[in-house]
Nanobody
Framework: QVQLVESGGGLVQAGGSLRLSCAAS????????MGWFRQAPGKEREFVVA????????EYADSVKGRFTISRDNAKNTVYLQMNSLKPVDTAVYYC???????????????WGQGTQVTVSS
């Protein structure tokens, strides 16, 4: 069992940057692969990026490649999502999730945070 709490969301202008954090409690984060998903109003939750337990392997959705970067600091029990060159289409609630392996499907993850709102204005 692990509890996840996202933070760092907010309002930013197009072209700007935000850094999201996902802090874990309970079981250490090093036991899990971690992913970020997002959900815009009226749309299904979609995969953004994931990272394996050690941080040596990552997968990115095509829509964010070259703009977003996932990282983890297992000593701090925290996963980060650095978002650069933000676009209005990136506006969504962003969720972090923990699972056994790096996969792109919602069903692959066992634990979820409450989400943090990211709004990108034009």
């Amino acid at each position: 069992q692990v509890q996840l709490v996202e933070s760092g969301g907010g309002l930013v202008q197009a072209g700007g940057s935000l850094r999201l954090s996902c802090a874990a409690s309970g079981r250490t984060l090093s036991s899990y692969a971690m992913g970020w998903f997002r959900q815009a109003p009226g749309k299904e939750r979609e995969f953004v990026v994931a990272i394996n337990r050690s941080g040596g392997y990552t997968e990115y959705a095509d829509s964010v490649k070259g703009r977003f970067t996932i990282s983890r600091d297992n000593a701090k029990n925290t996963v980060y999502l650095q978002m650069n060159s933000l676009k209005p289409v990136d506006t969504a609630v962003y969720y972090c999730a923990a699972g056994a392996v790096v996969l792109t499907t919602i069903q692959a993850y066992d634990y979820w945070g409450q989400g943090t709102q990211v709004t990108v204005s034009s």
